[in-house]
T-cell receptor, first 113, second 111 residues
Framework: EAQVTQNPRYLITVTGKKLTVTCSQN?????MSWYRQDPGLGLRQIYY???????DKGDVPEGYKVSRKEKRNFPLILESPSPNQTSLYFC????????????FGQGTRLTVV | GIQVEQSPPDLILQEGANSTLRCNFS?????LQWFHQNPWGQLINLFY???GTKQNGRLSATTVATERYSLLYISSSQTTDSGVYFC?????????????FGRGTQLTVWP
């Protein structure tokens, strides 16, 4: 089954404790990205990757890191989480080019206390 | 960037009623998707519909790309249809996979 898998689904952590949210897709998509969703602000893109070892900033990259060492995986790293990073996070993937459908992971609800 | 506007922002229905949700976008697109966000926060992919009409059970969608809008129809609403419905588009000028989301329509269906 074609899917994007995120882990964990829920996470409560403390300020400053490094964490990684994993994302994996099995559709051989070149393009992968991370979004965060906040009340009143909608979904905003954090980082994206066009292929292995090619990443770039989205609208709200501060406080986040990403890596793309393999085509299927695109982890989101919070080196020193802060309470303002409490949010609902989504990973998405698609082929590059026109007329391509995007697929989203199940979401990760992160709380930083 | 491209603007995506959804209406109405909120919709309250009784079970069995029909509804139409609208999505307007400010520029040409080569991708338009409708999502349902359930109470657990998951984004459920309803339709990939850059143009034309599609139907899936009680739901159908129409995109008129030349006039820059899309409509999502929900017939015979059920309480399980409650949640937020998002429209998301990809500008025709972009080959990247980035989607631009509207603010959503909050649908509440009462029994």
């Amino acid at each position: 089954e074609a899917q994007v898998t995120q882990n964990p689904r829920y996470l409560i952590t403390v300020t400053g404790k490094k964490l990684t949210v994993t994302c994996s897709q099995n559709m051989n998509h070149e393009y992968m990205s991370w979004y965060r969703q906040d009340p009143g602000l909608g979904l905003r893109q954090i980082y994206y990757s066009m292929n292995v070892e090619v990443t770039d900033k989205g609208d709200v990259p501060e406080g986040y890191k990403v890596s793309r060492k393999e085509k299927r995986n695109f982890p989101l790293i919070l080196e020193s989480p802060s309470p303002n990073q409490t949010s609902l996070y989504f990973c998405a993937s698609s082929f590059m080019g026109m007329n391509t459908e995007a697929f989203f992971g199940q979401g990760t609800r992160l709380t930083v206390v | 960037g491209i603007q995506v506007e959804q209406s109405p922002p909120d919709l309250i229905l009784q079970e069995g009623a029909n509804s139409t949700l609208r999505c307007n976008f400010s520029d040409s697109v080569n991708n338009l998707q409708w999502f349902h966000q359930n109470p657990w926060g998951q984004l459920i992919n309803l339709f990939y519909i850059p143009s034309g009409t599609k139907q899936n059970g009680r739901l159908s969608a129409t995109t008129v790309a030349t006039e820059r809008y899309s409509l999502l129809y929900i017939s015979s609403s059920q309480t399980t249809d409650s949640g937020v419905y998002f429209c998301a588009v990809k500008p025709a000028s972009s080959t990247l996979g980035r989607l631009y989301f509207g603010r959503g329509t909050q649908l509440t269906v009462w029994p």
